[in-house]
């Protein structure tokens, strides 16, 4: 059974830093893209950043220049490195990924969320 499981979720201060990380297991082929989002209390889930299998990256405009985006294909897992947190970064953070099972089919998986809290 293939499952994304997050860790890495806190309560930090303002100006802080945290790591988060999400790794994918079961009978996966491959891993195309793996993103990060999140989602605010009475607000939708909004892309945070996603990377590429080779390795390209976007980002949202409120989170570039502090969060960092990147993959270990080997290990199967996509980590977000946030820098200079801020009170408006306070969610519940999700990774999802597109992967392919045998052949050639590529599904949409979620994890099931880590809440980041950021105290001012």
């Known amino acids: 059974q293939v499952q994304l499981v997050e860790s890495g979720g806190d309560l930090v201060q303002a100006g802080g830093s945290l790591r988060l990380s999400c790794a994918a297991s079961?009978?996966?082929?491959?891993?195309?893209?793996m993103d990060w989002y999140r989602q605010a209390p009475g607000k939708e889930r909004d892309l945070v950043a996603r990377?590429?299998?080779?390795?390209?990256?976007n980002y949202a405009d409120s989170v570039k220049g502090r969060f960092t985006i990147s993959r270990d294909n080997a290990k199967n897992t996509v980590y977000l490195q946030m820098n200079s947190l801020k009170p408006e970064d306070t969610a519940v953070y999700y990774c999802?990924?597109?992967?392919?099972?045998?052949?050639?089919?590529?599904?949409?998986?979620w994890g099931q969320g880590t809440q980041v809290t950021v105290s001012s």
């Open positions: 079961g009978s996966i082929s491959r891993i195309n893209a």
């Open positions: 990377i590429w299998t080779e390795g390209s990256t």
């Open positions: 999802r990924m597109d992967l392919v099972l045998g052949a050639n089919y590529q599904y949409s998986y």
